[in-house]
């Protein structure tokens, strides 16, 4: 019985129960052995469509080269390259580049804030509401509500 018979079998077996994790790390572990074609017919598998871990786990060992990749891409973007990517909504990379444009305006001070404070702005009202938030941290602290008063002096 060659591993993708086997495989096979399982995922039949464990279809109407739950996984056996033995079993299943067994059949994750084998996963790298199946040819590509092997692996397409078990990710598109009528007996795999529910099962989202063992579909996961195709799905990497399918494309194992790719994965993290992008993300990687990402991260290597400048700024302004960032954004116009930003601005385009079907990229499909919307919610990372929203994510890594977070973690540099909170880490930078200088004029790419102003950048990504200006596409937030445009984009939509969540990212407008968080850019809200990130200038009243700023200026009043992390609660929001520590408002420092002056007293002014009428003459």
């Not at 990710?43 to 469509?49: G, I």
């Amino acid at each position: 019985m060659t591993d993708f018979e086997y495989i096979v079998k399982q995922v039949k077996k464990f279809h109407f129960t739950k996984w056996d994790d033995g079993e299943l790390r067994k059949c994750v572990d084998m996963l790298p052995n199946l040819s590509r074609q092997e692996l397409t017919s078990l990710y598109y598998s009528k007996w795999v469509k529910e099962d989202w871990k063992f579909r996961d786990a195709v799905f990497n060992a399918l494309f194992a080269d790719k994965v993290g990749k992008r993300e990687e891409r990402i991260k290597n973007l400048d700024t302004d390259a960032l954004i116009e990517e930003f601005k385009d909504k079907k990229s499909g990379n919307v919610a990372l580049i929203r994510k890594e444009m977070r973690e540099r305006y909170k880490a930078n001070k200088d004029f790419d804030r102003s950048k990504i404070a200006t596409a937030f702005n445009a984009s939509i009202k969540m990212d407008q509401q968080w850019v809200k938030s990130q200038v009243r941290k700023e200026r009043y602290g992390d609660s929001g509500n520590n408002y420092q008063w002056k007293k002014t002096s009428w003459k």
